[in-house]
C-alpha cells in the first residue's frame, strides 16, 4: 500500500506540472515570487521585454521632442533680430546739427538693427507721450536751437542739450538693453565724430584757437546726446514675475490638474459620477484651486517689496491677482482638457510643448523675430507678461486686451473639456 500511495502521488505531481496549456486560454503570469528575480532571470523574460519597449518608446519621444519642440525656442534665439526695431528721427533743430544728426541716422537703417523712419509735424511734448503709447521703439529728437547753441557756444554750453534720445526699457529689457541703447549709441557717437571732424576741418586756425579758448569741449565734443527712459525696467524681481516666473505660473497649474486626477481616481469619483457631473467636478475644482493658489502666488511678489501701485493706484495688487488668476486659467485649463485626451501618460509632452510655444515669445520683441512667431500676440505668456509691465513700470496700458485673450483661452478650454470627457466617457461605458 505504501508503494502504491507513492506510485499515485507521484501521477498526480506530474499531471499538476506538465499540464499542457490549450488554444484560447491566457498565458499564466510569470510564477516568479515579489523580490526574488534578478533582471536577466528566463522567469521575469516577458516583464523585461516590456520595461525596454516602455523605456526605448518614451526616450524616442523626448528625442523627437528635442527636435520637434526644442527647436522652437533655439529658433527664436537664432537670428536675433531678424527684423529690425522701428525707430523716429525729428528732427526740431532744422539746422546743420538736425541735417547730419538725421541723414546719418538714415543713411545707416540700411545694415542697422533699428530701422530709422524722419517723422515731423511732431512737438516736443508729443514724441515722449508716443513712445510710451509704444508707437514706436526708440526715438531721437534733435532739439530746436541745437545748431544756433553750437555756433554761440560759450563756456557754459552742454553739448548733450543737443539731442534727446527717448526709450522705454520695461516694454522689453532684453531689446533695450542689447538692441535699442547700443545701437542708437553707437550710431550716434559715429555721426558725432563725423560732425565734429567735418566742422574743424571747415574752421579757420584764429576761430579754432579761439573757440579753443572759450569753449573747448565745442571742439572735442560739439554734439551729444542724453537719454530719457520712460519706463525704466528698476525692480531687479520683476524679472521673475515677467518671464521665469511664468513657468512656474503653468507648472503649479499641472499641479493642480495632476492632484484633482488623483483624488477622483483614490475616491472613486471617477467612475461613480455622471458624465455631467464628473464635468462639473472637474472644472469647479480647479478654478477655486487656481483663485487661491493664484493668491499665493501674487502674494509672493508683494512680500518681496514690488510696487504695484504705478499704474492703478492701490488696486494694482488686486489687478496683478487676476491677471495671474486668469493666466493660470488660461494655461491650467488647457491642460486639464488635454488630460482627459491624452491621459497622464502623455499630458507630460503636451506640457511641454505648452511652455516651449509660450517661452519661445517673451524673451525679445516678436517684432525682431521670424514672421512665424506672429502667434506669440495670443500666446497666455506674453500677454500675463504685458499686463504685468503695465502693473509694476507703467508701460501702455493694454491690460483690458491681455484679459480678453487670457479668458478666451479659458472659454475655449471650457468648451473642449466637456467634449473630451463625453467622448471618454462613451469610450469607458463601451469597453464594461
Known amino acids: 500500500m505504501t508503494r502504491l500511495s507513492q506510485a499515485m502521488s507521484n501521477t498526480d505531481n506530474e499531471s499538476t506540472y506538465t499540464t499542457p496549456v ?31 519597449k516602455i523605456l526605448f518608446g518614451g526616450c524616442l519621444g523626448m528625442v523627437l521632442v528635442i527636435f520637434g519642440i526644442f527647436s522652437i525656442y533655439w529658433g527664436a534665439l537664432w537670428k536675433v533680430p531678424d527684423h529690425p526695431l522701428p525707430g523716429w528721427v525729428i528732427d526740431l533743430d532744422g539746422g546743420a546739427v538736425g541735417s547730419a544728426v538725421s541723414q546719418g541716422l538714415l543713411q545707416s537703417s540700411a545694415q542697422s538693427k533699428v530701422a530709422w523712419e524722419l517723422k515731423t509735424g511732431l512737438g516736443p511734448s508729443e514724441v515722449p507721450v508716443l513712445v510710451l503709447e509704444q508707437k514706436t521703439w526708440v526715438a531721437i529728437v534733435i532739439n530746436a536751437g541745437a545748431s544756433n547753441n553750437l555756433e554761440n557756444a560759450g563756456s557754459n554750453y552742454n553739448s548733450t542739450s543737443a539731442i534727446t534720445l527717448y526709450a522705454v526699457e520695461a516694454r522689453n529689457e ?16 559715429t555721426v558725432y565724430n563725423n560732425f565734429a571732424r567735418q566742422r574743424v576741418s571747415a574752421m579757420s586756425a584764429d576761430a579754432l584757437g579761439s573757440l579753443a579758448s572759450s569753449s573747448p569741449q565745442a571742439i572735442s565734443k560739439p554734439i551729444a546726446h542724453t537719454i530719457d527712459n520712460l ?4 525692480v531687479p524681481v520683476a524679472s521673475a514675475i515677467t518671464f521665469v516666473g511664468l513657468i512656474y505660473l503653468l507648472i503649479l497649474s499641472f499641479f493642480i490638474v495632476m492632484i484633482g486626477s488623483s483624488a477622483r481616481e483614490i475616491s472613486g469619483l471617477e467612475r461613480k459620477l455622471t458624465t455631467r457631473s464628473l464635468i462639473l467636478v472637474r472644472i469647479s475644482s480647479v478654478i ?4 487661491f493658489i493664484s493668491l499665493f502666488y501674487s502674494l509672493l511678489s508683494l512680500a518681496f517689496q514690488v510696487d504695484f501701485s504705478r499704474k492703478f493706484g492701490s488696486s494694482g495688487f488686486l489687478v496683478f491677482w487676476m491677471i495671474n488668476f486668469t493666466g493660470m486659467l488660461s494655461v491650467g485649463l488647457a491642460l486639464e482638457s488635454m488630460m482627459t485626451l491624452l491621459t497622464s501618460r502623455f499630458v507630460p509632452f503636451f506640457m511641454i510643448i505648452w511652455i516651449i510655444t509660450n517661452v519661445s515669445v517673451c524673451f525679445m520683441p516678436i517684432e525682431v523675430l521670424p514672421h512665424f512667431f506672429r502667434y506669440g500676440y495670443a500666446m497666455p505668456f506674453y500677454n500675463v507678461s504685458g499686463a504685468v509691465r503695465t502693473i509694476i513700470f507703467g508701460t501702455k496700458n493694454q491690460v483690458g486686451m491681455h484679459f480678453g485673450i487670457l479668458i478666451a483661452w479659458a472659454c475655449v478650454s471650457l468648451i473642449s473639456l466637456p467634449v473630451f470627457q463625453w467622448w471618454r466617457q462613451r469610450g469607458l461605458r463601451r469597453t464594461n
Open 22 to 52: 490549450t488554444m484560447g486560454e491566457k498565458k499564466p503570469p510569470s510564477s516568479a515570487k515579489a523580490f526574488t528575480s534578478n533582471f536577466t532571470d528566463a522567469s521575469i523574460a516577458a516583464e523585461r521585454v516590456a520595461f525596454i
Open 174 to 189: 532684453n531689446a533695450y538693453r542689447s538692441i535699442i541703447r547700443p545701437v542708437a549709441e553707437g550710431t550716434l557717437n
Open 231 to 234: 519706463a525704466p525696467f528698476n
Open 288 to 291: 477655486i484651486a487656481y483663485f
